[in-house]
């Protein structure tokens, strides 16, 4: 029977990677399936991973049906077994349902992959509605620490290395972007943190500068 999987976990703990390597294995077992994303971070209609794999994608819209696709696509002569959805969490509750219906009428399988939450803590649409509707949910066990090397479980937002918590909840930047490209000022970028951190709202950059602020020697007159 066919299956509506959700496949969830931080950023950074390899949601892509497996994304591409589920379709790998199910293409060299002789299945025929199709690619989806929305918002990579490389940009439109491609998957990447932080290991530098690279594999083009039908980027997906505001207006796209995954019904109406995969039944084109079927009546077109090819063969669709089964979906690879990445960065689900962008997609619209609506279309969640539709991945639903293409598992339960269409009897193709549905492998989504996404975050569960923003950088506020709260749960986006589409992941919510995949939790509601999948008929199993795996949480990745690759796991990403925070600074402090606790586990993280949340994704921070941060402006020139500092948390914030206003804001679009959906803004594209990388994983502690302006740390990896060496700039300073206003960068957008993201961050794994453990809880505590997390609610503290402190992030490598200003643990960093509190760590330098304590090593300073007072010196007196």
């Given at each position: 029977?066919?299956?509506?999987?959700?496949?969830?976990?931080?950023?950074?703990?390899?949601?892509?990677?497996?994304?591409?390597?589920?379709?790998?294995?199910?293409?060299?077992?002789?299945?025929?399936?199709?690619?989806?994303?929305?918002?990579?971070?490389?940009?439109?209609?491609?998957?990447?991973?932080?290991?530098?794999?690279?594999?083009?994608?039908?980027?997906?819209?505001?207006?796209?049906?995954?019904?109406?696709?995969?039944?084109?696509?079927?009546?077109?002569?090819?063969?669709?077994?089964?979906?690879?959805?990445?960065?689900?969490?962008?997609?619209?509750?609506?279309?969640?349902?539709?991945?639903?219906?293409?598992?339960?009428?269409?009897e193709a399988?549905?492998?989504?992959?996404?975050?569960?939450?923003?950088?506020?803590?709260?749960?986006?649409?589409?992941?919510?509605?995949?939790?509601?509707?999948?008929?199993?949910?795996?949480?990745?066990?690759?796991?990403?620490?925070?600074?402090?090397?606790?586990?993280?479980?949340?994704?921070?937002?941060?402006?020139g290395g500092?948390?914030?918590?206003?804001?679009?909840?959906?803004?594209?930047?990388?994983?502690?972007?302006?740390?990896?490209?060496?700039?300073?000022?206003?960068?957008?970028g993201y961050?794994?943190?453990?809880?505590?951190?997390?609610?503290?709202?402190?992030?490598?950059?200003?643990?960093?500068?509190?760590?330098?602020?304590?090593?300073?020697?007072?010196?007196?007159?």
């Amino acid at each position: 029977m066919a299956e509506l999987v959700f496949f969830t976990g931080t950023m950074d703990s390899g949601k892509s990677t497996l994304a591409l390597q589920m379709d790998y294995n199910h293409r060299a077992g002789g299945r025929r399936g199709v690619l989806f994303t929305k918002h990579d971070r490389a940009g439109e209609a491609v998957i990447t991973s932080r290991l530098g794999l690279r594999v083009g994608a039908t980027e997906v819209t505001g207006g796209l049906s995954f019904w109406d696709e995969v039944v084109r696509l079927r009546t077109s002569g090819h063969e669709v077994d089964y979906l690879v959805c990445d960065e689900a969490q962008f997609y619209e509750p609506a279309q969640v349902d539709e991945l639903a219906r293409v598992v339960d009428e269409l009897e193709a399988d549905v492998y989504a992959f996404g975050i569960l939450t923003d950088f506020r803590t709260e749960l986006f649409p589409g992941s919510r509605r995949l939790v509601e509707l999948a008929d199993r949910i795996e949480v990745l066990q690759v796991e990403t620490l925070c600074w402090c090397g606790r586990r993280a479980t949340h994704n921070a937002r941060t402006v020139g290395g500092r948390m914030v918590l206003e804001g679009d909840q959906v803004v594209i930047a990388d994983v502690n972007a302006a740390q990896d490209e060496g700039k300073v000022g206003e960068e957008v970028g993201y961050e794994t943190l453990c809880r505590r951190h997390h609610r503290e709202g402190r992030t490598a950059a200003t643990a960093n500068v509190l760590r330098e602020e304590e090593q300073l020697l007072p010196f007196g007159d």
